[in-house]
């Protein structure tokens, strides 16, 4: 008699193969979807930085930081040229990142002082 839906295991995702090794779409695919799964991660985790810094920053006037801004997307576009990936596109990456950062920081800025 099969388990109940509850209590079967769960389905195994197929094993992720490096980018070099992939010799299909769907294992690029794979390892494409997983890698986003991570990013989303890491960028759960630097929004509660942003948290943290809404929390601990004494004034509104301090969440927007304009070198702060730059050396960040400058250091960003650094890395990934050393890495050997388009530095124009990180920079707009991260141009986003940090604009959207700032605004969830104003936005939680305002939220824990009302």
């Given at each position: 008699m099969p388990l109940p839906a509850a209590?079967?295991?769960a389905a195994k995702e197929p094993a992720v193969k490096?980018?070099?090794?992939?010799?299909?779409?769907?294992?690029v695919r794979a390892g494409v979807d997983a890698l986003d799964r991570e990013l989303v991660a890491l960028l759960a985790r630097r929004f509660g930085y942003m948290r943290a810094a809404a929390r601990i920053k004494p004034s509104r006037d301090a969440v927007r930081d304009e070198a702060r801004k730059a050396s960040v997307i400058a250091a960003a576009v650094a890395e990934a040229e050393a890495h050997g990936i388009p530095g124009d596109v990180v920079a707009d990456i991260w141009e986003r990142l940090v604009e959207g950062s700032i605004a969830y920081e104003f936005g939680e800025w305002d939220r824990i002082r009302t």
């Open positions: 209590k079967q295991p490096a980018p070099e090794a992939c010799e299909t779409m769907p294992e």
